[in-house]
């Protein structure tokens, strides 16, 4: 996808001006497949911007009561930020 990107837009425009945003899934209960995480690795090794969406489903994938699903949701996505981030630090 991003060499597709890069041949519309111009490879020197990928930081400069995305024009896509790749969605990144972890599987509740707190687990990251080895396909989404590499495919955050490389966007942000390659600065592309990412949308972290955690799905936590309450009573079946987080526990039943909306803090504790809270909680999960949250420890997701600070799991995708802490491994986009200790690739790239720089990385959107």
Excluded: Y
Excluded at 2 to 22: Q, S, T, Y
Excluded at 55 to 80: C, D, F, I, Y
């Amino acid at each position: 996808m991003k060499k597709m990107l890069a041949i519309v837009i111009g490879e020197e425009n990928l930081v400069k001006k995305p024009m896509a945003i790749f969605d990144v899934f972890p599987h509740s209960p707190l687990v990251w497949s080895e396909v989404a995480s590499q495919n955050l690795i490389d966007c942000s090794r390659f600065m592309i911007p990412v949308e972290i969406v955690p799905m936590p489903l309450a009573g079946a994938l987080s526990p039943a009561t909306l803090a504790g699903t809270l909680v999960q949701h949250t420890a997701e996505a600070l799991s995708g930020i802490v491994l986009a981030q200790s690739t790239n630090p720089k990385a959107p």
